[in-house]
DNA sequence: GTCTATATCAAGATAGAC
DNA sequence: GTCTATCTTGATATAGAC
């Protein structure tokens, strides 16, 4: 078979096409490897087993999916906007990449009861991201003691939209009603704070 | 190995306590036959093979949700409380059935890229039944064009209860944190129609 | 209907050459 | 680092007796 010198990157691209699509445990080793044109040894060599293949694909895409949320973020004009910017990120980020079924992330969570150090650490890194950055933008925006709080209802109703895309909404219907709710929760606690 | 005439209910039984928990693909069937005492055979001869299986006990367990949710529905004495009926009635199914990591359904889905038809038709029954009960209750509360809107995003918010159970939160908590998502949302629709 | 024993098969992972 | 070829395991499902 032909050789590749990017067989790193061509076998993390082929994981994201395949088994954030279609589930991890449903996609065999052999299919990234055909899919990525590349010989089972190479994978192993690069990634040690198909966990640490996972791992490392999520790993990427974390990265990604941090830069688009903070480019929504730094676009945003109003520390509103800024809490709220999670939503149109969302819907961005989702067309450039290769769209998992709903989330990655949950979606390895889901199938993987007692997943290893590395990736549960990984897996714990996109909920980490989620709430600390969240919290860094409510408290422009509710009384410091609502900003936890807020966050959470927050975290809850982002998790909703990925859940939605699960039960087949397509992804702006999605982004668009959990914009709304998120609106109408940042109503409410502001209005608590009165 | 010890006969049992009730081996259909054991399988179940066994299906619900380690496939729902540890997800579909990670529990073998082996496993859950042990856990049954029951012989392979057995299981085939019941379920046809393990999707067969898998579809039942979803099918069981819709059942039992339904009641569970429905009654929560009888207790409840206002248009908004029956509404909101649904977050409760989710607290307490989870303390009566074999605990699924989050939700049986979406978990299935999640992991189910191309499902038989069988289990394709239980798995859209579970958000069928979803909306269409949420779409009775909502009549009452909003006006009726506002309910289709106010469903699509209780759902969500269901969804994402779920979802925060898959994110390790407690069920009280995301039960506690979804009826009061719940309750801003339901405001502002009413508030729309004023 | 249920059991014991086993067939069949696919999947993850490795050996050894280049 | 990458390939070809293969090993090993473990999982689904079946055969045949009771």
């Not at 954030?20 to 990234?32: H, K, N, S």
């Not at 969570?109 to 409510?138: N, V």
Request: net charge negative; aromatic share 6%.
């Amino acid at each position: 078979m032909e050789v590749h010198p990017r067989a790193r990157e061509r076998l993390l691209d082929a994981t994201e096409d395949l088994a954030f699509t279609q589930g991890v445990a449903a996609t065999p080793v052999d299919e990234i490897l055909r899919s990525a044109g590349v010989a089972p040894a190479t994978l192993y060599a690069h990634f040690g087993n198909k966990e640490g293949l996972i791992t490392q694909a999520l790993e990427r895409r974390l990265m990604r999916w941090d830069e688009v949320w903070q480019s929504a973020i730094d676009e945003a004009s109003t520390p509103r906007e800024r809490l709220l910017a999670v939503f149109p990120a969302l819907g961005r980020y989702r067309m450039s990449v290769p769209a998992a079924r709903w989330c990655a992330f949950l979606g390895v969570a889901a199938e993987s009861p007692h997943p290893g150090p590395q990736l549960q650490k990984t897996l714990a890194s996109d909920t980490q991201l989620l709430t600390a950055r969240l919290k860094e933008l409510a408290v422009p925006v509710v009384a410091a003691d609502h900003a936890d709080a807020l966050v959470a209802q927050l975290v809850l109703v982002y998790t909703g939209v990925l859940g939605m895309l699960l039960r087949g909404m397509d992804t702006e219907r999605a982004v668009g009603l959990g914009l709304h709710i998120a609106g109408a929760v940042i109503e409410a606690a502001e209005g608590s704070r009165r």
